[in-house]
């Protein structure tokens, strides 16, 4: 038996959790919807069941022992934490859990520019010019303060994973070339890219059959 990852078959709020398992070891299938997006009432129904949300349940973990995680922040967390890539020390976790917060914050403002989904051109224009850049800027900035080649030291920790999922699934996958004038974050990503866990889901048939999302979802 392995967990369960219950999500669209897209990147989207769940690709940081996969990555997480990976790098962790911590075996995991996807689990789909039947009939895909959008999720029918019946679909609905059962993540409510298993969940026990009444607003949002996916992306929702479900692990061999029968326990349940919802919420992406919190269940990347909990991946983290069942694979040793969480801090220990105080001062750490309050510095993984800002870098995670800001990795939201890119991803929410990825989110608004979506023009398939609405936006407008303009809102598309803005991201790639302004918002990314700002964003990407701050993150580049966080890890030249690190004593080490990840953010949070010389290892691989969630901060790294949440950011990284941000920087390329929400930024340079859908602006090509993002990262050219962030050396330090192009290097990074390349770090990350090479852990073994991850290297090997990158790799897999489970990563190439996903949704991701391109050029295409700024209008260009
Ligand atoms: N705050 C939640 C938001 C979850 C969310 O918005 N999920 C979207 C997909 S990205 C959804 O379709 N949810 C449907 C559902 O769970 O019923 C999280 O981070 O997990």
């Known amino acids: 038996m392995t967990a369960k990852l219950h999500y669209y ?5 769940a690709h940081a959790i996969r990555l997480a398992l ?5 075996p995991f299938e996807d689990v789909y919807p039947v009939g895909g997006f959008p999720p029918s009432e019946d679909v609905r129904a059962q993540w409510r069941k298993l969940g026990g949300n009444t607003t949002n349940n996916v992306p929702m973990l479900e692990m061999t022992d029968g326990r349940v995680f919802t919420q992406s922040q919190a269940v990347l967390r909990a991946v983290g ?16 859990d800002k870098l995670i917060a800001d990795a939201e914050d890119l991803r929410l403002e990825s989110y608004k520019s979506f023009v398939a989904w609405g936006a407008s051109q303009e809102t598309a224009d803005a991201f790639i010019e302004k918002v990314l ?4 800027g701050n993150l580049e900035r966080q890890l030249k303060n690190s004593s080490g080649d990840y953010f949070v030291g010389q290892s691989l920790t969630i901060a790294d994973i949440a950011c990284y999922d941000a920087a390329v699934n929400f930024g340079s996958s859908r602006v ?6 962030f ?15 991850i290297k090997k889901y990158l790799a897999s048939d489970s990563f190439a059959h996903l949704m991701k999302f ?5 209008g260009k």
């Open 81 to 96: 934490r069942m694979s040793g890539l969480m801090p220990s020390e105080e001062g750490l976790l309050y510095l993984t």
């Open 22 to 26: 990976a790098a962790g070891n911590i």
């Open 176 to 181: 090509p070339g993002a990262l050219d004038q």
């Open 214 to 218: 391109g050029p295409e979802t700024l």
């Open 183 to 197: 050396p330090g974050l192009k290097s990074w990503v390349a770090k990350v890219e090479s852990n073994e866990g």
């Open 9 to 13: 078959q897209a990147t989207g709020r």
């Open 133 to 136: 850049p700002l964003h990407i």
